[in-house]
């Protein structure tokens, strides 16, 4: 078992910085892939980014790329989200999950199986 828990979400302005980050616990596979995913009020989760814990390899949602970035720290077990340049659209629940998933499923939640609770960021303008 996989345990995740976030943190680091708030309530920010248009145009500011965000750091959110996710505890990882339990038994992990360096052949994991870690990913951040969001859901808005009323729409779909939805993709924002994910790391291979092994090559550090990373992938992003075409709406953050250039903003956000996806870290990770092996001695710590967390995984980073550095949140730049923040857009009231970027209001949402952010979870951090894992998984064995393919490149080509990489944005597909349901390749994902491990998720934590969700932390909320609200950004307003």
């Known amino acids: 078992q996989v345990q995740l828990v976030e943190s680091g979400g708030r309530l920010v302005q248009a145009g500011d910085s965000l750091r959110l980050s996710c505890a990882v616990s339990?038994?992990?596979?360096?052949?994991?892939?870690m990913g951040w995913f969001r859901q808005a009020p009323g729409k779909e989760r939805e993709f924002v980014a994910a790391?291979?814990?092994?090559?550090?390899?990373?992938y992003y949602a075409d709406s953050v790329k250039g903003r956000f970035t996806i870290s990770r720290d092996n001695a710590k077990n967390t995984v980073n989200l550095q949140m730049n340049s923040l857009k009231s659209e970027d209001t949402a629940v952010y979870y951090c999950?894992?998984?064995?998933?393919?490149?080509?499923?990489?944005?597909?939640?349901?390749?994902?199986?491990?998720w934590g609770q969700g932390t909320q960021v609200t950004v307003s303008s």
């Open positions: 790391i291979r814990w092994s090559s550090g390899n990373t």
């Open positions: 999950t894992s998984g064995l998933v393919p490149d080509i499923n990489i944005n597909s939640e349901t390749k994902y199986d491990y």
């Open positions: 339990g038994r992990i596979f360096r052949s994991y892939t």
